[in-house]
């Protein structure tokens, strides 16, 4: 079955750094999304990408996130200026229409120190 | 704010007992709910979707919808120890298809051999 992939699987950054995680949705699909999962907390939608430009973002998705499809098969969230805060699971999913079910790649542990 | 409320649990259930897990939402415009289930530290994983007002039925999981309560519920029968994992309830958001989604921060379910 085709998956979403995403690398690394944890990634430690000293805070300040700029970090870019990384995402190869499934192949055949044109939407693709970030979303991520504080300790505890819930789900939080970031953004998402269509037809190589953002269609939606939340409010989490600052001037200090950006996206990018730098080629026919990477998806990739780039934060600039890490916080503490920052410290997530980041989740990369994709759909091939957008009423169609997401399907979540395995996520990337971010630790801010 | 649209809110998705869960009951964080934890929900026991005895192997082989019926598991009901609910979920209210606030945003009346909703159309497409989604029930995922998270074991500890991995992604979200799509157990079922449900569109219209009624019941949907896929293998041991049945999920409900009523619109005009504004609830959505998922019933898993003849639970097994591998359906240990917490729930989440996801909802669009109006307008947005399914590229949106609000989650709830789901309901933690044990169940007890």
């Known amino acids: 079955e085709p998956e979403v992939t995403q690398t690394p699987s944890h990634q430690v950054t000293q805070m300040g750094q700029e970090v870019i995680l990384r995402c190869v949705p499934i192949?055949?699909?044109?939407?693709f999304y970030w979303y991520r999962q504080i300790l505890g907390q819930k789900v939080e939608f970031l953004v998402s990408?269509?037809?190589?430009?953002?269609?939606?973002k939340s409010e989490i998705f600052d001037d200090q996130f950006s996206v990018e499809r730098p080629d026919g098969s990477n998806f990739t969230l780039k934060i600039r200026s890490t916080k503490l805060e920052d410290s997530a699971m980041y989740f990369c999913?994709?759909?091939?229409?957008?009423?169609?079910?997401?399907?979540f790649g395995s996520g990337t542990q971010l630790s801010v120190l | 704010q649209k809110e998705v409320e869960q009951n964080s649990g934890p929900l026991s259930v005895p192997e082989g007992a019926i598991a009901s897990l609910n979920c209210t939402y606030s945003?009346?415009?909703?159309?497409?709910f989604f029930w995922y289930r998270q074991y500890s530290g991995k992604s979200p994983e799509l157990i079922m979707s449900?569109?219209?007002?009624g019941d949907k039925e896929d293998g041991r999981f049945t999920a409900q919808l009523n619109k005009a309560s504004q609830y959505v519920s998922l019933l898993i029968r003849d639970s097994q120890p591998s359906d240990s994992a917490t729930y989440l309830c996801?909802?669009?958001?109006?307008?947005?298809?399914?590229?949106?989604?609000?989650f709830g921060t789901g309901t933690r379910l044990t169940i007890i051999p």
């Open positions: 999913a994709s759909s091939d229409d957008r009423n169609e079910k997401l399907f």
């Open positions: 192949s055949n699909h044109l939407y």
């Open positions: 990408f269509y037809n190589n430009e953002i269609s939606e």
């Open positions: 945003d009346r415009g909703s159309q497409s």
């Open positions: 449900i569109y219209s007002n």
């Open positions: 996801a909802v669009n958001e109006p307008g947005f298809g399914n590229e949106k989604l609000t």
